[in-house]
């Protein structure tokens, strides 16, 4: 008896893909050190005289091997000069300070790379998600968590998803920059108040503004990939106004972060704790602030727009044409001009067949 075989068909939207061979073998191997050094941390805080603090710079070795990796592929061999020289210099003047000089010159461009590898992974399977989330009968985990992240309202018609085609890159964004330095600064203030200036917590000043750092680096991994929606102007077109999923976005990081007072009176009291406290909030803050300016910067001008360049090359694989959702009784409709089937490119149709079948 034959049995018949399913035959599944691959969609355009499954198709879209931006991950190279190399982003993906970046990516296994960030995992595989991660997991390699999330084992020491353990071992080192059970095992050896390692206090919680002194033990993070263990888990930024995965962004300092990316980076240097990195460096050498492209031929920077510079940077990783200039990084041994100065940390060298440093180290007689203040021996903490090179963890900082890794930190800032090697482990901020391995936060860059992990940067767009993440973009490239996500960004068309979120919006494959958005575009059909309230026109479902269910709603998956997934799409429950794109809803809640952008803030999608549930009577919005999501098909309408449009993206700005028109975006050039011939000098630095700016505005952008600000934008994603911006978000950053409040994720990482916040987190930095509530963990650790909080009274519960007993901090020593001594190497601790350095240590705890590896944590910044995690969070602009985590913080700055989703800046590509607003570099995009990634929006549902509505009749009225467009709703913005990166305004979206905002709107949610604002609801999360209510308690503003109870992270300013962790801050006051540090601050008045004495002047231990003080030089280790002021150091803290002044390192914050380089890093995240250090890091946006590697991003907007060695990978951010390879990644644009990318997404807007597929777009039109990914949504051939746009849906019509603006009729309104109200408003005079020219029906001729309403969108229709995608259009092929005339210079791709009859072309010759040049090759001649050998005999």
């Excluded at 907007?300 to 390879?306: K, L």
Aim: proline share 4%; charged share 15%; hydrophobic share 50%.
């Amino acid at each position: 008896m034959k049995t018949k075989k399913k035959v599944s068909f691959a969609t355009g939207r499954e198709q879209v893909s931006m991950m190279k061979t190399i982003d993906k073998r970046t990516g296994i191997l960030f995992l595989a050190l991660f997991a390699a050094s999330l084992i020491v941390y353990w071992v080192l805080l059970n095992y050896y005289d390692f206090s919680v603090y002194m033990g993070l710079p263990v888990m930024a070795i995965p962004f300092a091997v990316i980076g240097l990796i990195y460096y050498v592929l492209n031929r920077r061999y510079y940077a990783v000069i200039a990084t041994i020289a100065i940390s060298a210099v440093a180290y007689f003047i203040m021996p903490t300070s090179v963890l900082f000089i890794i930190y800032l010159l090697i482990c901020t461009e391995g936060v860059a790379q992990m940067t767009e590898i993440v973009q490239r992974q996500v960004f068309y399977g979120i919006i494959a998600s958005v575009e059909r989330v309230n026109i479902k009968k269910k709603m998956s985990l997934k799409d429950r968590i794109v809803v809640f992240f952008f803030n999608i309202p549930v009577d919005l018609d999501t098909r309408n998803l449009m993206i700005d085609r028109n975006v050039s890159r011939n000098k630095l964004p700016w505005r952008d920059m600000c934008d994603t330095i911006l978000l950053e600064l409040l994720f990482c203030m916040f987190l930095w108040i509530y963990v650790f200036l909080n009274p519960s917590f007993s901090i020593g000043t001594s190497g601790v503004p350095i240590y705890t750092f590896t944590i910044v680096l995690y969070l602009s991994m985590l913080v700055m990939p989703w800046s590509i929606f607003n570099t995009l102007d990634v929006r549902i077109a509505t009749e009225y106004r467009d709703f913005k999923l990166y305004s979206g976005l905002i709107e949610t990081f604002k609801r999360m972060f209510l308690p503003i007072l109870a992270a300013m009176l962790f801050l006051i009291a540090a601050v008045n704790s004495g002047p231990d406290g003080l030089y280790y909030v002021c150091m803290s803050l002044v390192m914050i602030v380089v890093m995240i300016i250090f890091t946006s910067v590697l991003y907007y001008t060695s990978n951010e727009s390879a990644v644009v360049n990318d997404i807007l090359d597929r777009w039109q694989g990914f949504h051939p044409s746009e849906i019509y959702s603006g009729y309104s009784d109200s408003k005079s409709m020219d029906l001729a001009n309403l969108p229709g089937p995608p259009k092929r490119d005339p210079r791709d149709c009859f072309q010759p067949e040049l090759r001649v079948r050998s005999r």
